[in-house]
């Protein structure tokens, strides 16, 4: 499966944006989606995940409450709603995606996907 991000850019502290990610060769549906970050000088991070189904999601807790993961399986999307936004915020943003079994299981190591998007920077001005 390709994946294609895109959404990112300069925002003010407390803005919001909302970052896509199109998954382009294979059956959508069977892949279980996640998005990462990486600043610079930082490893890749955990941001949020959601299972093949819409029912399982989880987050990291520094972005709990503020960013929204959620996934249109006929627009073969997965979209990151990133409200409230910090300049702690600030990194390139990687959509991944990985096979699944189960409808209802999602993950939040970076090593557990196969498949990575190019990335999209996020920019949150103070």
């Known amino acids: 499966v390709q994946l294609q991000a895109s959404g990112g850019g300069l925002v003010q502290a407390g803005g919001s944006l909302r970052l896509s990610c199109a998954a382009y060769?294979?059956?959508?549906?069977?892949?279980?989606m996640g998005w990462f970050r990486q600043a610079p000088g930082r490893e890749r991070e955990f941001v949020a995940a959601?299972?093949?189904?819409?029912?399982?999601?989880s987050y990291a807790d520094s972005v709990k409450g503020r960013f929204t993961i959620s996934r249109d399986n006929v627009q073969i999307t997965v979209y990151l709603e990133m409200n409230s936004l910090k300049p702690a915020d600030t990194a390139v943003y990687y959509c991944?995606?990985?096979?699944?079994?189960?409808?209802?299981?999602?993950?939040?190591?970076?090593?557990?996907?196969?498949?990575w998007g190019q990335g999209t920077q996020v920019t949150v001005s103070s």
């Open positions: 959601i299972s093949r189904s819409y029912a399982m999601t």
């Open positions: 991944a995606a990985r096979l699944a079994g189960s409808l209802r299981v999602y993950y939040i190591s970076p090593d557990e996907y196969r498949y």
């Open positions: 060769g294979r059956t959508f549906s069977n892949y279980a």
